[in-house]
């Protein structure tokens, strides 16, 4: 039985038919106390991803619990059944995948539509580069226009066969039957997706596949890998797998996605009276950046109940209101809190002083430009922010003094729609945010947890 699509946030009448609506800000004087609950985030997205790609080329049933239904996700799991694994809906966002074994995917019959997923489409590359058949790699409009060469390129020096088209953008023609070398390879930009392809075309090559990040990233691959009984090692920055061997079919327990909890560790932290608490969230430590950075900045998060899920540390996260001030961010938490730098901008932005941001330049080639998008719609709020090469500087201030409303272009970015939905708790006038569809991608049902914890934030069509 196929796994039900995500039906919240989702049109067929075109991109801009759903339009997310701020009301803010929150009146306490109405009688409002701040936003209150408690709840569960979706699924982490980094993790759902894998347990599809893992569960798939592994020997024997892989059950997955907590998996994220939202569009990104989704994309990878219906790659993997057009190449001939089975997937079946366990219910309750469960899922059972029958894995084929490191050789026993097919060839699809055509190309594989990876929607908006730039995880999808980066990691399907390193696996794809083994296979002993041709595949083709294709994405929407935002996906067409990111690069795609810092995979590429060290897959090629590994002995993969990979056209791109200009400036490597996709979609990626991937030629099977090359036989794959292990590598050292070096990499420029710190980036999880860019060392878990290499890891993942490292199992099917000969010899040692040796990744050296500059900066640490997420880590789920590896940690995942070993779950499924491959053995990953560690040498300081450097991880390193031998290819040849095999995966065993595990069960993976999927934590709630801190890239999801950070909008409501934002939200709370800004709206006087706040108490919220976020269950089962993921607290890997190459994630939890985004909470450093909010702790440094005079944030009240605390992490309780903390356990181990699956070799994953969870928590259970209660963040109070507080007074934010702004900081200069540390350039080595950037890494650790990428996802999370639309909502961070919010933050910045309600608190007092100025907040710089550098080291972000990877920010700039994502689903949009991340900086030049959040820079913009702050300062159509009134907002003193300007951008920067590989960051911005944001002096924080009232929100939206003296406006009606404001209608905020998002890109079609779903991290950008949320940010400004966080936004709606302090500004003083009506936000809106077309075209936000593609809040599916990674929190379908963002706009009903909204309104569960009292966030002035619904979507409208």
Do not use: W
Not at 262 to 279: D, K, M, N, W, Y
């Amino acid at each position: 039985m196929a796994a039900q699509k995500p039906r919240a946030m989702r049109s067929s009448r075109g991109n801009d038919f759903l339009k997310l609506i701020a009301h803010g800000p929150i009146d306490s004087s109405a009688g409002s106390e701040g936003l209150h609950g408690a709840i569960r985030v979706p699924g982490d997205k980094s993790i759902s991803h894998r347990s599809i790609m893992l569960g798939s080329i592994a020997e024997g049933q892989t059950r997955v619990q907590g998996f994220l239904q939202g569009a990104d996700a989704l994309a990878t799991l219906e790659a993997f059944r057009a190449m001939g694994v089975r997937i079946d809906n366990a219910g309750n966002d469960g899922l059972v995948v029958h894995g084929v074994g490191l050789h026993g995917l097919r060839a699809p019959h055509q190309p594989l539509d990876l929607g908006n997923s730039g995880t999808s489409m980066r990691l399907l590359a390193g696996l794809l580069a083994g296979q002993h058949f041709d595949s083709v790699l294709k994405g929407d409009s935002s996906l067409s226009g990111r690069p795609m060469n810092r995979v590429a390129a060290p897959l090629r020096e590994m002995g993969a066969r990979i056209d791109t088209e200009a400036e490597g953008r996709p979609p990626l023609h991937i030629y099977g039957g090359n036989a794959l070398k292990g590598i050292s390879y070096q990499m420029p930009l710190a980036s999880a997706q860019v060392k878990s392809c290499l890891l993942l075309a490292g199992l099917y090559a000969d010899g040692e596949t040796r990744v050296t990040e500059p900066a640490p990233t997420r880590d789920h691959t590896e940690r995942m890998l070993q779950g499924f009984g491959y053995k990953v090692r560690r040498d300081g920055a450097t991880a390193i797998v031998q290819g040849g061997g095999r995966l065993c079919g595990t069960d993976i327990d999927v934590p709630g996605d801190i890239s999801s909890a950070a909008f409501f560790l934002v939200a709370a932290s800004i709206t006087p009276g706040s108490v919220l608490r976020l269950e089962h969230v993921g607290v890997n430590p190459t994630r939890t950046g985004v909470i450093d950075i909010l702790q440094l900045m005079g944030a009240d998060i605390e992490l309780s109940k903390h356990r181990d899920v699956g070799g994953e540390p969870v928590a259970d996260i209660t963040v109070r209101a507080a007074t934010l001030k702004g900081i200069a961010i540390p350039p080595a938490l950037v890494p650790l809190a990428i996802d999370e730098f639309p909502v961070l901008f919010i933050a910045a932005a309600c608190a007092n002083g100025e907040t710089i941001v550098s080291g972000a330049e990877e920010l700039r080639v994502k689903e949009s430009d991340r900086i030049q998008a959040m820079v913009d719609g702050l300062q159509q709020l009134g907002v003193q922010a300007n951008g920067t090469a590989d960051g911005a500087v944001i002096r924080g201030g009232a929100m939206g003094v003296g406006q009606a409303g404001v209608s905020i272009e998002c890109h079609h970015d779903h991290r950008i729609a949320m940010a400004f939905g966080v936004a709606g708790c302090r500004a003083h006038c009506r936000i809106a945010v077309p075209g936000c569809d593609n809040i599916a991608t990674s929190f379908p049902n963002f706009g009903e947890l909204a309104a569960a914890v009292g966030m002035p934030v619904n979507i409208e069509t």
